[in-house]
């Protein structure tokens, strides 16, 4: 797993690489959450290239939604691979998060 | 210390070898330059010897023969201007042969009819007879001087000259040379020739003294006459007999005639040649009051035999003082590597365990030392460290046993035994659980609510290991608690996540999927909440995966409201529920078993119970999975409805 960050307009773009286990759920947890502590109005979590999420994963991402949540702000996923997305809808979570299908339309949004 | 020979199995021996074959290589060198050096300067210093010899012999023969031919001189001059008479010529030869023990006969023989009163031949004679001289007129008709070589050479040249060599016929056996002058009278104003004034000489002294001469073992010298004839000679049936060209002509060897002619052009130089097979070297000068040559040859071979003596003598020394040295090099080597023995044992005693093992001690502050304190170090480290794993392995073992008991705890929170109900004839059902690691985080459950309800449940919380069990204890424990009759599925799960919501700070959820089917009716009602779709099989092989649900996992959000779903099962309706340890188990090439492949599992042994399809889908993942590590639990449940038999 790899975790990147940027800064586009005001929004914090977060980008995933690979997989994410129980193995390394504790270090995305780490690596994440506390950039969510960041006055930032929105995230976006860029899963473009995820290959693959656990439920241990699944935890970090609830996690971040309750913690951007808290603090108003707003927490967007996109770009996600079909098999991501099927997990995230077996599970319902895909209820309680705000997913799109690109970038530039959470960008525009957020502007 | 006994010396090893195994250059490969002992240090010093093998040092002591590089060392010897340095020095055997370095002395080689040397002995080379020396060789090469010492042989230029032996062969300057032979020439020059040889030089020496030759010229020292030239000198002797050149004092024998110049007096001779100072009274030569005095002879002509007397002859030339005073007039002698017939008694006083005698006289002359007499004095000469009487005054000078080289001269065996002296003549002096006038011109035919030169001198008036004695006739056609006058040659007044003298010659050494035993120890007495007599003396005689030498000219007659048997013997008529006037075409001897002795006469008639210096008579035509009108030079001095010396004979060839020759034996003298009368004295035994002499080897003898003549020198002849010619002397001139002035008659009527005019010079003509008037005679020939000659000295037998012995040639032996000079013979005896070239003959006598010896360079290094076998080098000779020899004397050469104008036109080539051996005088001296070591082999004596060549003197007199052959000249070095026909001696050359015998031998038709072409080089010998090229150093014969070599001889007679030049005054003096070296030759290099091979004679009789053998490399010589030849030295050779022409004496000034002859035209005679003396050479000396020697073999080259001889040349340079001290030389190689004293090779052999410094090539023995040195081998044996290089032998010395290895030996010493050696033992000098093999007492200061003694520690490293005791070093090679004990760290034998080390890995054995023994790690208090003394080590051997060291005074000096070398290399050795270092070792020493690495040595120590090591062991002081090794001991350290034992005793840690030790600690960790009893620590690990502890936390093992614990995990064990706590495995046992949770495999006795959820029913196993099978059948449950036996008395139950509408249903059948079976489950199994197989943690990843020693605790898991999935659950089954079911149980009665009533005589005319069943109650059953799966489930799998977030994450694996001990807090993912911790959690599923607590799911299963409120399961338990909130359920009961009256109430259905929507409000089991809505009291459940209102219970795990709370004080969750982990953030850890569970999926959940809880049904309830009245056993008369077969009228199924559930609750999904994020769970994977169960999977319902009827009797004629239709195989149909519940619709996703809409409802999150248990424990996210306290207030989150579930749905409920409503489902008739017909006779012989089969539900297969599983959680997502079955779909994703993953072979060694990272490839899920997929629900794909599951529902295909399914749609085969459509016909099976419970026990045996879940013992069929159990083989089929072992058989996908190939030995890989197992990542996730593996839950699967199944129940069959065989309606209403009441």
Redesign the interface.
């Known amino acids: 797993m790899n975790i990147t960050f940027e800064t586009k307009s005001n929004c914090t773009v977060i980008h995933l690489t690979g997989r994410i286990?129980?193995t390394n759920?504790n270090d995305f947890e780490t690596a994440l959450i506390p950039i969510l502590g960041d006055h930032r109005y929105s995230f976006l979590i860029n899963c473009a290239e995820l290959n693959y999420i656990?439920?241990?994963g699944?935890?970090v991402f609830?996690?971040a939604q309750?913690k951007v949540m808290a603090a108003r702000g707003h927490l967007f996923l996109c770009c996600m691979q079909p098999m991501i997305r099927e997990i995230f809808?077996?599970?319902?979570?895909s209820?309680?998060f705000d997913i799109r299908e690109s970038e530039e339309e959470v960008l525009q949004q957020a502007d | 210390m006994k010396l090893q020979f195994n250059i490969n199995k002992s240090l010093s021996l093998r040092i002591a070898v590089y060392v010897l074959s340095f020095c055997m290589l370095l002395f080689l060198l040397v002995l080379l330059v020396f060789f090469f050096f010492s042989r230029k300067q032996i062969e300057e210093m032979t020439l020059k010897n040889a030089q020496i010899i030759t010229n020292k012999s030239a000198m002797d023969v050149e004092r024998t023969i110049l007096p001779i031919i100072h009274v030569a001189q005095n002879y002509k001059w007397m002859l030339e201007n005073k007039q002698q008479s017939s008694e006083e010529l005698y006289e002359m030869t007499r004095r000469v042969v009487e005054n000078n023990p080289d001269v065996i006969g002296s003549a002096i023989a006038f011109e035919p009819n030169f001198f008036d009163k004695e006739g056609l031949y006058f040659s007044p004679y003298s010659h050494r007879e035993n120890d007495s001289i007599k003396s005689m007129q030498l000219g007659n008709a048997s013997y008529n001087y006037f075409y001897m070589d002795w006469y008639q050479i210096p008579v035509a040249t009108g030079k001095s000259s010396w004979c060839e060599p020759y034996h003298d016929t009368g004295g035994g056996n002499v080897l003898m040379t003549t020198y002849s002058t010619p002397f001139y009278k002035t008659v009527n104003n005019e010079k003509k020739i008037a005679g020939v004034i000659t000295f037998d000489l012995s040639l032996n002294k000079f013979t005896d003294s070239v003959s006598s001469l010896k360079i290094l073992e076998t080098g000779y010298a020899t004397v050469l006459s104008a036109n080539g004839t051996f005088v001296t000679h070591p082999k004596e049936e060549l003197i007199m007999n052959q000249t070095i060209f026909s001696y050359a002509a015998e031998l038709n060897n072409s080089e010998l005639r090229e150093i014969g002619r070599k001889i007679q052009k030049e005054n003096s130089g070296y030759v290099s040649s091979t004679l009789n097979g053998v490399e010589r070297m030849l030295y050779f000068k022409k004496l000034s009051s002859s035209n005679w040559s003396i050479a000396v040859i020697f073999p080259k071979s001889e040349m340079y035999l001290p030389l190689h003596r004293i090779s052999i003598i410094l090539i023995v020394l040195v081998c044996i003082g290089l032998l010395l040295l290895t030996v010493i090099v050696s033992k000098i080597i093999s007492r200061q590597i003694i520690p490293l023995r005791h070093f090679a044992s004990s760290a034998r005693e080390i890995a054995k365990g023994n790690f208090s093992n003394q080590l051997p001690v060291i005074k000096r502050e070398d290399e050795l030392k270092d070792l020493h304190d690495s040595f120590e170090y090591m062991q002081r480290k090794l001991t350290l460290y034992i005793e840690d794993l030790k600690q960790t392995a009893i620590a690990k073992e502890k936390i093992e046993s614990e995990l064990r008991i706590a495995r046992e705890i949770q495999m006795g929170m959820i029913p196993k035994i099978f059948p449950p109900f036996p008395n139950l004839v509408e249903i059948d059902l079976y489950a199994t659980l197989q943690p990843a690691k020693e605790v898991g985080g999935d659950l089954y459950d079911f149980f009665m609510l009533d005589d005319n309800h069943i109650c059953f449940a799966i489930g799998?919380?977030?994450?694996?290991?001990v807090p993912a069990s911790l959690f599923m204890a607590v799911t299963r424990t409120l399961l338990r608690s909130v359920a009961h009759d009256q109430m259905t599925p929507r409000n089991i799960v809505n009291s459940l996540n209102k219970s795990l919501s709370t004080n969750n700070d982990s953030?850890?959820?569970v999926?959940f999927f809880l049904g309830i089917i009245e056993l008369d009716s077969g009228i199924m009602t559930y609750t999904?909440?994020?769970?994977?779709?169960p999977v319902l099989i009827h009797p004629n092989g239709e195989v149909i995966v519940f619709d996703?649900?809409?409802?999150?996992?248990v424990g996210?959000?306290d207030t989150f409201d579930y749905s409920e779903k409503t489902l008739q099962l017909l006779e012989n309706d089969k539900l297969f529920l599983y959680t997502?340890g079955v779909t994703?188990a993953e072979n060694k090439k990272e490839e899920f078993y997929s629900e794909k492949r599951l529902i295909t599992t399914l749609c085969n042994h459509y016909r099976l119970t419970p026990k045996e399809l879940i013992g069929i889908v159990s083989e089929d993942v072992a058989q996908h999975v190939n030995k890989n590590e197992q990542?996730?639990d593996i839950t699967m449940f199944s129940i069959v409805y065989y309606g209403n038999k009441r």
């Open positions: 286990d129980v759920s656990s439920s241990s699944l935890r609830l996690l309750k809808d077996i599970s319902g979570l209820t309680i | 799998d919380v977030s994450g694996k290991g953030n850890m959820f999926t999904n909440a994020g769970h994977n779709p996703m649900t809409k409802d999150i996992p996210i959000f997502d994703e990542s996730d």
